[in-house]
């Protein structure tokens, strides 16, 4: 049991080009969540899933895009990189209903150059 | 949105008791307090969550106030290892899906 795995741990790209952000859960979770987290802040939602084949912009969704794969995995694409993009990102999930908690990734830092 | 007020910084000696307080005084009905904590740069960790009555687990307690505008997670045996920071939030529902709404914490620092 793995509970939330993140790829890649690091990444660097330039200003301009993609990249997707991985993120995969092994506990069967309903919701999925993107966080991104600059430094000295706190963390602040892109997008979430509630279920397979839903998606919602969270606070600062612009920029971004995701998908929703299957329950297990909610992937983050980046489709043209800006430095404003330099960050650390964390992915979550949950099970919908009251009161339970939410599992956290161990990150994806990003640098935008 | 109900939000939240932390203080930006406490420091605690080890083995002693670290009350950390939070502010939730817009709280609605039916949200729920929780706490998470960060390690370093790792992903926030979920400590305890509460409605209204007092809640305690292995990791900590948390002591909500009768009217629920506030509320202060408690360590009881603080350690070098709970040096991180400290998230109060109050759970926002939009439909099936319920999101966290991060502020910036508490730092807590344990010293010896």
């Known amino acids: 049991n793995a509970g939330v795995t993140q790829t890649p741990k690091f990444q660097v790209l330039k200003t301009g080009q993609s990249m997707t952000l991985q993120c995969a859960q092994d506990?069967?979770?309903?919701?999925m969540y993107w966080y991104r987290q600059d430094p000295g802040m706190g963390l602040r939602l892109i997008y979430y899933?509630?279920?397979?084949?839903?998606?919602d912009k969270g606070e600062v969704p612009n920029g971004y895009n995701v998908s929703r794969l299957n329950k297990r995995e909610f992937s983050l694409r980046l489709e043209s990189a800006a430095p404003s993009q330099t960050s650390v990102y964390f992915c979550?999930?949950?099970?919908?209903?009251?009161?339970?908690?939410?599992?956290f990734g161990s990150g994806t830092r990003l640098t935008v150059v | 949105d109900a939000k939240t007020t932390q203080p930006p910084s406490m420091d605690c000696a080890e083995g002693r008791a670290a009350n950390l307080p939070c502010n939730h005084s817009?709280?609605?009905?039916?949200?729920?307090v929780y706490w998470y904590r960060q390690i370093h740069s790792q992903g926030p960790q979920y400590i305890i969550h509460?409605?209204?009555n007092n809640e305690t687990n292995e990791m900590a307690s948390l002591i909500i106030t009768e009217d629920r505008k506030s509320s202060t997670l408690i360590l009881p045996h603080a350690t070098l290892r709970d040096t991180a920071v400290y998230y109060c939030?109050?759970?926002?529902?939009?439909?099936?899906?319920?999101?966290?709404?991060f502020g910036t914490g508490t730092r807590l620092q344990v010293t010896l």
């Open positions: 979550a999930s949950r099970v919908i209903g009251a009161g339970y908690g939410y599992t």
């Open positions: 506990m069967n979770h309903n919701s």
């Open positions: 899933s509630a279920s397979e084949g839903t998606t």
């Open positions: 817009t709280i609605s009905g039916n949200e729920y």
């Open positions: 509460g409605l209204k």
């Open positions: 939030i109050v759970r926002v529902n939009t439909g099936t899906a319920s999101k966290l709404t």
